[in-house]
Every structure is written in C-alpha cells, then in structure tokens.
C-alpha cells in the first residue's frame, strides 16, 4: 500500500518495498536507513492527472511573505505641538503604565480624538461611574478581529456616538482632557488584542511609523 499525494500536475505515490522497512512505529516514517538496509528506496510512481508540471522559471519565484499588518491610524488629528510619551511598561505612581501618552506640548486641551480603526463603541466610562479606575471619561473602541482600543482622560465626548454605534477610522470620537487621575490634559492610549479588559501590548508596535510632526520622548 502506498501514500498517495495529490499535487496540481499529478498524483504521486509512494510505495514501500516489500521487505517492511519503514512499518508503523519505524522513527524513519517509511524511508529507510540506507546505512543498513540492502532493501531499494521507495519509488515514485507518477499518475497523469491532467495538469502540467510547474515550469523551472515559476518555481524558482519566491513565495509572497504573508504577514499582518499592525499599522492603525494616529489617535489624535495630527499637528507640529503633539507630543508622544513612549512609556509602555514603565512605572508610574506605583502601576506599570498599560498605554503611551499623548498629548500636546503646550499643554492644551480639546484636541480632536479619532477612531484609529473602523469598529464599534463597545464601552463608555463618564467621570463617576462605578467603572471609572482614575481612566475619567473614556470609549473602548473594538475592530473586528477582536482588538480593542482604549481612549482614556476625555474631555467631552462627541456628539451622537453611544454603546453600540459603528465608526469609520478617522471619525471623531471627542476631545482629548484632563479628567481622571491627571493633570496634563492628554490621551492615555491602550490596545488589547484580545478585547477591552484583555492584556495590553505596546500600542508603539500599531502606531509606527509615528507621523513626522509629532514628537516621540
């Protein structure tokens, strides 16, 4: 009995020889130790099934590198005064920080914050509700393939938008504040590949290349 492999050109088939070299359990998984055995290799038996064979150019070409794009779009509407804390994983006031910073040098507030993928708003945090762990207002914004992105520290939240409503990448999803535990009005920024209460990874990772006007410390 052989092992039948079905390409695009042919089936292959590959048979044992009769001296059951190769049985089940053999670590060789059917090919057999040419160091000791006196037995033939197994041979290949070829059926026609109506393709051709790849010609020696194609198969030469390298195979397209699959790989997923981490890039999201910035947080907050772009200009020459943002400034980016690179603080992932830092300790601050005793917690390990689970986001990066951004805010504007200057220290001003109501900055336009936007959606940085399409998603749904699946979370909303208002300055003392019972969920509010220092964050101030908030939104957890969640894309399809499950990953959430938390905007902490909002000043007012835009108009129309609620638990539930679908958003574009670049909408406005309100302004950037000081509410909460801080005094520098910014955006505290997270991304939860796993969902909104998910473990934190290093929003820098989404967020590069880091657009040329803003500054990264």
Do not use: K
């Not at 059917?30 to 099934?49: N, Y």
């Not at 400034?83 to 990066?100: A, E, K, N, Y």
Request: hydrophobic share 35%; proline share 8%.
């Amino acid at each position: 009995m052989g092992v039948v492999v079905v390409g695009a050109a042919a089936a292959h088939r590959l048979t044992r020889s009769p001296s059951g070299v190769g049985a089940p359990g053999d670590p060789s998984d059917g090919v057999p130790d040419t160091s000791t055995s006196t037995t033939s290799p197994p041979t290949i038996e070829v059926a026609d099934g109506g393709g051709t064979l790849q010609d020696a150019a194609s198969a030469l070409e390298p195979a397209e590198r699959i790989g997923r794009d981490r890039r999201i779009g910035f947080p907050v509407e772009v200009h020459d005064d943002l400034v980016l804390l690179d603080t992932f994983g830092r300790t601050q006031s005793g917690r390990l920080h689970q986001g990066v910073d951004i805010g504007r040098a200057d220290g001003a507030s109501g900055d336009a914050l936007l959606a940085c993928v399409d998603g749904v708003l699946v979370e909303q945090v208002q300055v003392g509700d019972p969920l509010d762990y220092r964050q101030g207002n908030s939104w957890v914004l969640q894309a399809a393939d499950g990953h959430a992105y938390r905007y902490h520290h909002l000043d007012e939240f835009a108009p129309g938008l609620e638990v539930g409503s679908a958003v574009t990448r670049g909408d406005v999803l309100g302004t950037m504040g000081a509410t909460g535990n801080t005094v520098w009005p910014h955006l505290h920024f997270e991304v939860r590949p796993t969902g909104p209460i998910g473990t934190p990874v290093d929003p820098m990772e989404y967020l590069r290349p880091v657009p040329d006007a803003v500054t990264v410390f």
